[in-house]
Nanobody
């Protein structure tokens, strides 16, 4: 089992930045892919970015978001710059065995952290 805990969300003005964290515990491995997804009210959960020894981003995330990991701390980060109101969502991290964009490929999920961007 892998437990994931997200943190770093909050209320921020448009144009601001946040760094979200996802800390893993349990049967973790630095080689396991970790991804960030987000879900806005009334919308489906969507892929944002993923990392193993490589990175992959949703087209909408390129240029403003950066995913990184600190294996010594079992933590994956999502740096979000230039926040827009449409970035408002609950952000989830997920871990699994495959480096993919589909949510169903990830077996372990955190509880999510809320990001609200005011205009």
């Amino acid at each position: 089992q892998v437990q994931l805990v997200e943190s770093g969300g909050g209320l921020v003005q448009a144009g601001g930045s946040l760094r979200l964290s996802c800390t893993a515990s349990g049967r973790t491995s630095s080689n396991n892919p970790v991804a960030w997804f987000r879900q806005a009210p009334g919308r489906e959960r969507e892929f944002v970015a993923a990392i193993n020894w490589n990175t992959n981003y949703a087209d909408s995330a390129k240029g403003r978001l950066t995913i990184s990991r600190d294996n010594a701390k079992n933590t994956v980060f999502l740096q979000v710059n230039g926040l827009k109101p449409e970035d408002t969502a609950v952000y989830y991290c997920a871990a699994g065995d495959r480096f993919a964009k589909r949510a169903e490929t990830y077996a372990y999920w955190g509880q999510g952290t809320q990001v609200i961007v005011s205009s």
